[in-house]
């Protein structure tokens, strides 16, 4: 079964600190997604990676870069954490090109409180 | 671009009453419709998944999904809740990046409550 490790549940940063959040997948998955929760916004993509070193921004990456120097671990990067970043971050890995329709895969998320 | 739709914050359902829980997309071209739950504190968890073929789905847990072209719907029923499903529940569509990957388009979620 394919096993997605968002290594913090909940983490508490301080406004203009550097913030990593780190995501590992185990099933050799070319595709990573980073996205963050609201309460009545959803689900919003922030960044995708398709491979080792390849990203792309997609819908909210003001604020937010990302790290993929290894094929299973995908990091977020908070430059200079501000309050509106409070959020629940989702990391979510897909394997590439194998099947239509396969479903993202989800880690348990990661609740970070900027103060 | 595609887009789902959740019209209901929140369902409320006695326990072994059926449930269902409403979801509208809009697309070009044939849907690719999924539905997740997540429990508190956790990540999210595939339910089940429509590409192709038959109408009724069926996924994990005892859930099935509805999917209606010419109401452009896909509803997930069940139609005996119990309290352990009380979830919040995201309805999501296949969309295509503009530089060919995929990636999928979440509606802004149901919470489900079932009462003893």
């Known amino acids: 079964d394919v096993k997605v490790t968002q290594s913090s549940r909940y983490l508490v940063k301080r406004t203009g600190e550097k913030v990593f959040l780190e995501c590992v997948q185990d099933m050799d998955h070319e595709n990573m997604f980073w996205y963050r929760q609201d309460p009545g916004l959803g689900l919003r993509l922030i960044y995708f990676s398709y491979d080792v070193k390849m990203k792309e921004k997609r819908d909210i990456p003001e604020g937010y870069s990302v790290s993929r120097e290894k094929k299973e671990r995908f990091s977020l990067i908070l430059e200079s954490a501000s309050t509106n970043q409070t959020s629940m971050y989702l990391c979510?890995?897909?394997?590439?090109?194998?099947?239509?329709?396969?479903?993202?895969?989800f880690g348990d998320g990661t609740r970070l409180s900027i103060l | 671009a595609q887009s789902v739709a959740q019209p209901e914050d929140q369902v409320n359902v006695a326990e072994g009453n059926p449930l269902t829980v409403k979801c509208t997309y809009s697309?070009?071209?044939?849907?690719?419709l999924f539905w997740y739950v997540q429990y508190p504190n956790r990540g999210l968890q595939f339910l089940l998944k429509?590409?192709?073929?038959?109408?009724l789905v069926k996924g994990s847990y005892g859930f099935e999904a509805e999917f209606n072209k010419s109401q452009t719907s896909f509803h997930l029923k069940k139609p005996s809740a119990l309290v352990s499903d009380s979830a919040l529940y995201f309805c999501a569509v296949r969309d295509i990046m503009n530089t060919g990957f995929q990636k999928l388009v979440f509606g802004t979620g149901t919470r489900l409550l079932v009462s003893p």
């Open positions: 697309v070009s071209g044939n849907p690719y």
């Open positions: 979510a890995s897909l394997p590439w090109g194998r099947e239509k329709g396969q479903p993202q895969h």
């Open positions: 429509y590409i192709t073929g038959d109408n």
